[in-house]
T-cell receptor, first 115, second 114 residues
Framework: ETGVTQSPTHLIKTRGQQVTLRCSSQSGHNTVSWYQQALGQGPQFIFQYYREEENGRGNFPPRFSGLQFPNYSSELNVNALELDDSALYLC??????????????FGEGSRLTVL | GESVGLHLPTLSVQEGDNSIINCAYS??????FIWYKQESGKGPQFIIDIRSNMDKRQGQRVTVLLNKTVKHLSLQIAATQPGDSAVYFCAENIRNSGNTPLVFGKGTRLSVIA
């Protein structure tokens, strides 16, 4: 167990809807990164949050947004859902950003299906 | 549990044999590399890492080899066990220049035959 918890574990939405995914980081970790993993693919970086600010973003449109709270937990919000957004969304916490940290600790993911 | 990948390259190995999983990384500027293991229905789990100033690093039953000349990384698992069955990803990033994210490869499914 990594100590990173994500909710919900599974959810189904329809095109055009909005979704919020939640992540509680491992105790003491101040950085949260979100990844999207499509079936049969490796995880793709969405963005990272450090000290409640976005600290790096991958090639995802603005309808993917996030928040980090003072307790370092985080949310991923996706607006105007599209069929291609169906994927496993992974949250990873770490102590420090990519530039100065060791391993990422991943949660078990939220499986989103868009119909 | 759910499958993490249906059309990945697959390596089938007899229990007790050694496994070698290969990865060609993309960025010649990358200076840090990690191998992750992902079991069905779970998130990726850290196995071992290596920095670009090394060409070999050993852990418990695992060894990572790095060949920067051809941008190749391999993971060797000794005495493969059924519990090693999973999808394995290599990941890379640049530590010495800014905050670049971990970039994951496509993964290889390891199937251990008992």
């Amino acid at each position: 167990e990594t100590g990173v918890t994500q909710s919900p574990t599974h959810l189904i939405k329809t095109r055009g809807q909005q979704v919020t995914l939640r992540c509680s980081s491992q105790s003491g970790h101040n950085t949260v990164s979100w990844y999207q993993q499509a079936l049969g693919q490796g995880p793709q970086f969405i963005f990272q949050y450090y000290r409640e600010e976005e600290n790096g973003r991958g090639n995802f449109p603005p309808r993917f947004s996030g928040l980090q709270f003072p307790n370092y937990s985080s949310e991923l919000n996706v607006n105007a859902l599209e069929l291609d957004d169906s994927a496993l969304y992974l949250c990873a916490s770490s102590l420090g950003t990519f530039a100065n940290t060791g391993e990422l600790f991943f949660g078990e993911g939220s499986r989103l299906t868009v119909l | 549990g759910e499958s993490v990948g249906l059309h990945l390259p697959t390596l089938s190995v007899q229990e007790g044999d050694n496994s070698i999983i290969n990865c060609a990384y993309s960025n010649s500027a990358s200076d840090y590399f990690i191998w992750y293991k992902q079991e069905s229905g779970k998130g990726p789990q850290f196995i071992i890492d290596i920095r670009s100033n090394m060409d070999k690093r050993q852990g418990q039953r695992v060894t990572v080899l790095l060949n920067k000349t051809v941008k190749h990384l391999s993971l060797q698992i000794a005495a493969t066990q059924p519990g090693d069955s999973a999808v394995y990803f290599c990941a890379e990033n640049i530590r010495n220049s800014g905050n670049t994210p971990l970039v994951f490869g496509k993964g290889t499914r390891l199937s251990v035959i008992a």
